[in-house]
């Protein structure tokens, strides 16, 4: 398989896309639970297709770009995992054939050759949840796009490359916002590797405004201002870290692809015989590591399809090995013996196929027990961290995201933000409420106009809900 892919033919974008194909097939058609997240998303999406707004009628601090997407994708497509599933395989597909072609325009390896677009396809199944279309992804198409126009600097206009590549990492920061890092990695790649004057690193910067500035005058002019500021950025200090996944659970889904870039990197910079610019673009890659592990760590949540942001790294160090090895042999059977790895962990991973005593790592990412509440009607709020519950639901009133609402929650005490309650829960009355955390009694005891309209209904599972009065 290496020596086919060896050969730098556009045809072979044809194989990676029935590769693909191969390789999700068992997931596509598998009976696996939907992620909490991917609820957060249908639901989010079902709102603002409904002809809401982000931030003003929809609380959540989610990247506006993202948002974007699942609205358009629910108003034209609808929500569900296949549909996502289907997004996310085209966006990974394109991902992979842009990595293969910067690649060779820089002549970041000896030949040109298709393996790192094989590389990355690969990569991109490692977890399982790489497959949807997760913020993260979407954020790095466009920081694929900004890593092109730092490696083309030397071949095209340097001001027209710099602006770009501030421009590429904003949209990538307006669609997964810890991706705002990768700016000042990018201007530091700049003024070591490509550009001393400063003017023109400013141009970066300037890129990079130009994206945002456009949005929040966007903003300003909806009256979204104020709440994208409360929810997205004054709330920040006070969000409660989100542990869909332990670092336990993380370390084990990243054990082997760990090991493999260790491999990749000790073979490439091990090996002396890279010309200037291949050593830069190395070293670039390196920081690549390092800015992808900082926008992970100050994340206000943690689960496992952010470590999708190292998949160009690893793609390029294990490419590199991959073409260093002399024996021919030797680098078929070090290809095999990553992608079996892989395989066997995603695939394990996701079915729950494990030895005893490992549970899987999604445990506490997925939807599973979710109690069936369509009697009690189909609008909904929750109190709580899991989006599980709306799972065949809808929103109502627009507390989505309960971390950055219940700092607005805890100021039941003013009236202002009382009337502010009140008025949404009567313009969008929830049929039921989910209390998983007794917030919603504490809420529902100070606004007792509200409260008179609900009846408290303990559940078996001692889940706690207020149903609407008929």
């Known amino acids: 398989m290496l020596a086919f892919f060896k050969i730098n033919d556009p045809l072979r974008l044809i194989i990676l896309l029935f590769l693909m194909i191969i390789i999700r097939l068992p997931i596509w058609i598998g009976d696996i639970p939907l992620l909490s997240d991917e609820i957060h998303w249908f639901t989010l999406g079902d709102k603002l297709a409904e002809g809401n707004s982000m931030y003003v009628d929809v609380w959540d601090n989610i990247a506006p770009l993202s948002a974007g997407v699942y609205w358009v994708i629910a108003s034209w497509f609808g929500t569900s995992q296949a549909v996502f599933f289907g997004f996310a395989a085209f966006l990974t597909l394109i991902q992979s054939y842009l990595f293969n072609l910067m690649m ?31 913020p993260t992804l979407i954020s790095l198409t466009f920081l694929l796009f900004g890593l092109r126009n730092l490696l083309r600097m030397e071949r095209t206009d340097v001001e027209q490359s710099i602006l770009n590549t501030g421009i590429f990492f904003g949209l990538a920061s307006l669609a997964y916002m810890p991706s705002f890092s990768f700016l000042l990695m990018g201007i530091f790649a700049l003024a070591t590797f490509r550009v001393s004057s400063f003017n023109r690193l400013f141009l970066a910067f300037v890129g990079f405004t130009i ?19 409360n929810l997205c950025i004054l709330a920040i200090p006070n969000l409660e870290h989100n542990f869909q996944l332990t670092w336990e659970q993380m370390l084990m889904l990243s054990v082997i692809p760990a090991f493999i870039l260790l491999m990749g990197m000790f073979k490439t910079f091990s090996y002396n015989a890279f010309i200037n610019s291949q050593q830069n673009i190395q070293q670039l ?7 992808a592990t900082l926008s992970i760590v100050f994340s206000s949540f943690t689960i496992s399809y952010q470590l999708i942001l190292y998949v160009p790294a690893l793609s390029f160090f294990s490419a590199h090995q991959l073409l260093i090895i002399r024996k021919r042999l030797m680098a078929e059977i070090t290809l095999w013996s990553y992608s079996l790895l892989f395989l066997a962990l995603m695939i394990g991973t996701a079915f729950d196929v494990l030895p005893k005593k490992i549970e899987s790592p999604y445990q506490n990412a997925w939807a599973i027990e979710v109690p069936d509440l369509n009697e009690y009607g189909d609008k909904m709020l929750v109190f709580g961290l899991d989006y599980k519950y709306y799972k065949d639901h809808n929103l109502a009133t627009p507390y989505l995201n309960y971390n950055v609402s219940r700092q607005f929650f805890k100021k039941i005490d003013n009236y202002d933000e009382i009337r502010t309650i009140y008025n949404a829960f009567e313009k969008d009355m929830p049929d039921v409420i989910v209390d998983t955390n007794g917030d919603g009694q504490k809420l529902l005891d100070y606004i007792t106009i509200i409260q008179k309209q609900y009846e408290k209904v303990v559940l078996d599972n001692g889940l706690v809900i207020f149903s609407k009065r008929k």
């Not at 000896?110 to 490692?126: C, E, V």
């Open 104 to 134: 060779n325009r820089s002549e970041a390896y000896k030949q040109k050759t298709f393996i790192p677009g094989l590389m990355y396809l690969l990569f991109s199944n490692i977890s399982y949840d790489f497959m949807t279309l997760s």
């Open 285 to 291: 890659m390196l920081i690549w590591v390092i800015t």
């Open 211 to 229: 994206v945002w500035g456009g949005y929040l005058v966007y903003l300003y002019y909806i009256d979204g201002l104020e709440e994208f500021a």
